[in-house]
């Protein structure tokens, strides 16, 4: 059976849930939510087939390397979800007219491995790389109480190595255009991946970025609004780390490139919040 899958890469906390089920809609198919762990999906609310678990475990032992053994085991679950749609948050996988490939969406958003891995290991499959103003997706670490994930610097390297890997991308997307102007955005997201969108597709992927809020993978949350996003409504960073990442040579001069703010009080408590966590000087892990 013939699967068209395409990937969608960004850093933990960048957007990459709300694109990833959001473009799915578009085509009405399925999302491979972090196959490759270190989550077990084979239990609510995903239920995948036994077989992610299985993948999960061969990826651990072969130290995070995409070898033939994991190829195939991912091969084989992509064509299993592509075919029964086993997927709670985004329903049955639609099977287009005229022969086409049933598609599928796979996110990853915690890409440490180098890119010519995954293109070597699926040289047919799509790709997109999206990037999020690194203060605020180090504030919705912070937000989300998520220390674990921030690495030593304020988790600046690891944010400068993927940002290096987006710099070189055909389709480099940011997730401010997904608020700013989402029509536009998963015209984008489809052409990276080579799908032949139509206006049709595109306005099924904006109607549920508009009507659906996701905090952390396929977990949806009441209340939320998209286009402003809880994590940029209060700055909870330590005022250090404001100042490590706009000081950094690189991280200003990409900033500066796409017209992100490098202005310190932007990312500082607002007049009248709480600053007590801002005050926190916060050591290097």
Same mark, same amino acid.
């Given at each position: 059976?013939?699967?068209?899958?395409?990937?969608?890469?960004?850093?933990?906390?960048?957007?990459?849930?709300?694109?990833?089920?959001?473009?799915?809609?578009?085509?009405?198919? &399925?999302? +491979?939510?972090?196959?490759? *762990?270190?989550?077990? @999906?084979? !239990?609510?609310? %995903?239920?995948?087939?036994? =077989?992610?678990?299985?993948?999960?475990?061969?990826?651990?032992?072969?130290?995070?390397?995409?070898?033939?053994?994991?190829?195939?085991?991912?091969?084989?679950?992509?064509?299993?979800?592509?075919?029964?749609?086993?997927?709670?948050?985004?329903? &049955?996988? +639609?099977?287009?007219?005229? *022969?086409?490939?049933? @598609?599928? !969406?796979?996110? %990853?958003?915690?890409?440490? =491995?180098?890119?010519?891995?995954?293109?070597?290991?699926?040289?047919?499959?799509?790709?997109?790389?999206m990037l999020r103003n690194p203060l605020h997706r180090l504030n919705s670490l912070y937000a989300r109480s998520w220390f674990d994930a921030i690495s030593s610097n304020h988790d600046m390297d690891r944010y400068k190595a993927f940002a290096r890997?987006?710099?070189?991308?055909?389709?480099?997307?940011?997730?401010?255009?997904?608020?700013?102007?989402?029509?536009?955005?998963?015209?984008?997201?489809?052409?990276?991946?080579?799908?032949?969108?139509?206006?049709?597709?595109?306005?099924?992927?904006?109607?549920?970025?508009?009507?659906?809020?996701?905090?952390?993978?396929?977990?949806?949350?009441?209340?939320?609004?998209?286009?402003?996003?809880?994590?940029?409504?209060?700055?909870?960073?330590?005022?250090?780390?404001?100042?490590?990442?706009?000081?950094?040579?690189?991280?200003?001069?990409?900033?500066?490139?796409?017209?992100?703010?490098?202005?310190?009080?932007?990312?500082?408590?607002?007049?009248?919040?709480?600053?007590?966590?801002?005050?926190?000087?916060?050591?290097?892990?």
């Open positions: 059976m013939a699967v068209s899958v395409s990937w969608i890469f960004s850093l933990a906390r960048s957007g990459s849930s709300i694109v990833a089920y959001a473009a799915a809609a578009g085509f009405g198919c &399925p999302v +491979a939510d972090e196959v490759l *762990g270190p989550w077990d @999906r084979t !239990v609510e609310p %995903y239920n995948y087939p036994p =077989e992610q678990w299985q993948l999960v475990g061969a990826y651990v032992r072969a130290n995070y390397v995409l070898d033939q053994h994991c190829i195939l085991l991912a091969q084989g679950l992509f064509e299993k979800m592509a075919a029964s749609g086993d997927v709670a948050a985004n329903g &049955p996988s +639609a099977v287009s007219g005229g *022969g086409e490939p049933r @598609r599928l !969406v796979s996110k %990853y958003p915690h890409l440490i =491995e180098p890119p010519d891995m995954f293109e070597k290991a699926f040289p047919t499959h799509g790709a997109a790389y890997q987006w710099l070189v991308q055909p389709y480099g997307l940011l997730y401010d255009d997904m608020k700013r102007d989402p029509v536009t955005f998963f015209g984008r997201v489809y052409k990276a991946w080579r799908w032949p969108a139509d206006e049709a597709n595109v306005a099924r992927a904006v109607q549920y970025v508009q009507s659906t809020y996701h905090g952390n993978s396929g977990d949806m949350e009441q209340g939320g609004n998209p286009s402003a996003p809880r994590s940029e409504q209060r700055m909870l960073m330590p005022l250090e780390a404001v100042t490590t990442y706009l000081t950094d040579p690189f991280i200003l001069a990409l900033m500066e490139r796409v017209g992100w703010s490098v202005n310190v009080e932007d990312y500082l408590p607002r007049s009248g919040e709480p600053s007590d966590v801002n005050e926190l000087t916060v050591s290097s892990k």
